[in-house]
């Protein structure tokens, strides 16, 4: 079936340093995806989001990538900070007529003092 | 803006028992909420989607009756779990979406079923 992963479970970064986070997705009809950053005991926090025709949008500290030839969508995260410490979620939404996101695996990120 | 709410933040309950969800959008009106239930170290997985004045509409394998949802104004939406059972226990997560595609999320309920 269609699926969103996630190439690594989790990633440690030194705080100050940039942070990049990948998802790859396999639905070719999607043509919206999101961000997203959940931490522990919270709810998922919309963090930034792109469609189809970008394929690089810009946000505080923020940038997402959407590469669709190869089907791969990054986020990149600028002067990671320990508040960045978080799990984040991808997820894609197929152009079906419907509102209903696929959710990607996750990816921890764990930043280093 | 765009704010959504659960009560309780957790729950812990016998079981056997039923328990009510609320999710509130605090400052826009959802025309569609979503209910998600989260393990813990896992995804989100999606239950079921509600429009306001309509039946559910529930994914496969998710007993409708198991899990009552009532979307019963453009601010409010609610999961009961009925008879729970302590493989119900999970995180449950509500989320609203207006005009636009985005969703966005409660703070999540605890529910733990003794």
């Known amino acids: 079936g269609e699926s969103v992963g996630l190439h690594l479970p989790t990633l440690s970064v030194q705080e100050g340093d940039n942070s990049i986070i990948n998802c790859a997705y396999s639905n070719s009809a999607s043509d919206y995806f999101i961000w997203y950053k959940q931490e522990s005991g919270k709810g998922p926090q919309f963090i930034i989001d792109i469609r189809s025709n970008m394929d690089k949008r810009q946000g505080q500290r923020v940038t997402v990538l959407l590469n669709k030839t190869v089907k791969h969508l990054s986020l990149q995260i600028a002067a990671t900070q320990p508040g960045d410490s978080a799990v984040y979620f991808c997820a894609e939404n197929p152009s079906s007529g419907t509102y209903k996101y696929i959710f990607g695996t996750g990816t921890r990120l764990k930043v280093l003092a | ?114």
């Open chain 2, 1 to 114: 803006g765009a704010v959504v709410s659960q009560h309780p933040s957790w729950v812990i309950c016998k079981s056997g028992t039923s328990v009510k969800i609320e999710c509130r959008s605090l400052d826009f009106q959802a025309t569609t909420m979503f209910w998600y239930r989260q393990f813990p170290k896992q995804s989100l997985m999606l239950m079921a989607t509600s429009n306001e004045g309509s039946k559910a509409t529930y994914e496969q394998g998710v007993e409708k009756d198991k899990f009552l949802i009532n979307h019963a104004s453009l601010t409010l939406s609610t999961l009961t779990v009925t008879s729970a059972h302590p493989e119900d226990s999970s995180f449950y997560i509500c989320s609203a979406s207006r005009t636009g595609r985005a969703q966005y999320f409660g703070p999540g309920t605890r529910l733990t079923v003794l």
